[in-house]
């Protein structure tokens, strides 16, 4: 049985596979297989502030416990500070309750191995089997304890903060959008600390209003507000806190691969980058490889999702990469994307330089690039689609050696995301118009 995405187990709350019943087998899949290696095992559960989250953390508490395992609970904490608390407090797995940018409706179950990087696919796959293969009489000898963890927050905040060995930002006014997620409570908190002028938006989370019409995927009113109170610059955040959208002092918009040329160029200076390179995924821009060649940098690209830009640093001894879509890995500090290091990092190259991010993102300048997302009723690969093929090829022959054409399915959504680059907007607007009505007419929800 098929559980796992490109990122976890995803659907929505109390529908299959996120349900209770469901769930608490889940908990006991995973219990298993963490018994197998360690008879000891420990899980660290964190979750985001989805009002589900409360069901889905006991099932998944009992169905772990069921099968032996401790659990540790620390509630609502961003992804990425689960995976240092995995490492931190010496957990054989760590569990995150998120559906990251979805709306509240949706959850998802995330998992992190002992050394706080997401599951393989050789990993996953052994749990789905032991989840088929479970039967109703089948229980532990024993039965695990739950703990609660009353520092778990603080432990996060002083870890991220001595990423850049608590920097002054004193004098610097800086906008933060919390998405009502799970940074709400440590985001504002970690640039204030550091001296900062802090104006925290969304951050009242009900259970229903995580990333509604907020944080990193709605970041105008982030962007108004910077305007409004003069600000050095805006941050905003996703539901679950691995992944950052920034605007300027003038309220422009930075994405990831300008974010990626910016902190590469930084530590190369400094000496710091591992490699002269970095990890990117095929949707990063191809104005990205041209920007950091011209200063002596190589881009490695993997497919998307951020588990494979860390497998490809990890294998590459690299030590700087990410999305376009604001997921950005520094190894140094974390093993998978950490928004608030990233908002760090950036906050201290601003200081350090004296220069506004407005000039610091003049480095990088993208081709034209149109992304558009479709409805689908279903998955079906697009090689079977004769009509999408013929248009997809129409494409790469027009923008051969001038574009590119990248046609894939959302890992977390029933979407497909026809994505072109060129150097003449009007042209792969057309051929990406194209492609998405193909699409539609042959898989349209």
Request: aromatic fraction near 6%; charge should be positive.
């Given at each position: 049985m098929k559980l796992f995405g490109t990122d976890g187990i995803r659907g929505i709350a109390n529908r299959f596979p996120i349900e209770p019943t469901t769930?608490?087998?889940?908990?006991?899949?995973?219990?298993?297989?963490?018994?197998?290696?360690?008879?000891?095992?420990?899980?660290?559960?964190?979750?985001?502030?989805?009002?589900?989250?409360?069901?889905?953390?006991?099932?998944?508490?009992?169905?772990?416990?069921?099968?032996?395992?401790?659990?540790?609970?620390?509630?609502?904490?961003?992804?990425?500070?689960?995976?240092?608390?995995?490492?931190?407090?010496?957990?054989?797995?760590?569990?995150?309750?998120?559906?990251?940018?979805?709306?509240?409706?949706?959850?998802?179950?995330?998992?992190?191995?002992?050394?706080?990087?997401?599951?393989?696919?050789?990993?996953?796959?052994?749990?789905?089997?032991?989840?088929?293969?479970?039967?109703d009489s089948e229980n532990g000898s024993e039965i695990g304890k739950a703990y609660r963890i009353d520092d778990a927050r603080g432990r996060y905040i002083e870890l991220v903060k001595n990423t850049i060995n608590n920097y002054s930002l004193e004098g610097m006014r800086i906008v933060i959008d919390c998405a009502n997620g799970a940074c709400y409570a440590i985001a504002p908190k970690v640039f204030a600390e550091l001296g900062a002028e802090v104006f925290a938006l969304n951050v009242e989370p009900n259970g229903l209003n995580i990333n509604k019409d907020c944080g990193a995927l709605y970041p105008q009113a982030m962007q108004k507000e910077v305007k409004k109170r003069n600000a050095d610059l805006g941050i905003a955040f996703d539901g679950d806190g691995d992944r950052i959208t920034v605007c300027d002092e003038k309220g422009s918009i930075a994405d990831g691969d300008a974010l990626l040329a910016i902190f590469a160029k930084y530590m190369l200076e400094k000496g710091l980058l591992a490699k002269n390179a970095i990890v990117a995924t095929k949707m990063s821009n191809l104005a990205l490889d041209e920007c950091l060649r011209a200063l002596g940098i190589k881009v490695l690209r993997t497919d998307v999702g951020d588990k494979y830009v860390a497998s490809a640093m990890r294998e590459h001894g690299i030590n700087l990469g990410g999305e376009q879509s604001g997921h950005i890995i520094f190894a140094d500090y974390c093993a998978s994307p950490d928004a608030i290091i990233t908002a760090l990092q950036l906050v201290r190259i601003i200081r350090e330089s004296s220069t506004p991010l407005s000039e610091l993102i003049k480095l990088f300048k993208p081709y034209p690039q149109i992304l558009i997302n479709i409805p689908v009723r279903e998955k079906i690969p697009f090689e079977r689609l004769q009509a999408v093929q013929k248009a997809i090829k129409e494409a790469e022959h027009r923008l051969a050696g001038n574009g590119r054409v990248f046609v894939r399915y959302s890992g977390t959504e029933q979407l497909a995301r026809v994505m072109l680059e060129g150097k003449n907007e009007k042209e792969i607007k057309e051929l990406a118009e194209n492609i998405a009505g193909a699409i539609k007419k042959e898989l349209g929800a």
């Open positions: 769930v608490v087998r889940i908990g006991k899949a995973i219990g298993i297989f963490l018994k197998r290696k360690n008879p000891k095992a420990s899980v660290v559960i964190g979750k985001d502030t989805r009002l589900s989250g409360y069901m889905i953390e006991y099932a998944l508490t009992a169905g772990l416990l069921s099968a032996g395992a401790d659990v540790l609970l620390v509630g609502p904490m961003p992804t990425p500070a689960v995976s240092h608390l995995t490492k931190s407090l010496n957990c054989s797995a760590g569990i995150v309750i998120s559906a990251s940018h979805n709306p509240a409706e949706h959850n998802g179950i995330k998992i992190f191995n002992e050394r706080g990087y997401k599951l393989d696919e050789n990993a996953e796959q052994e749990i789905e089997q032991i989840f088929s293969n479970l039967n």
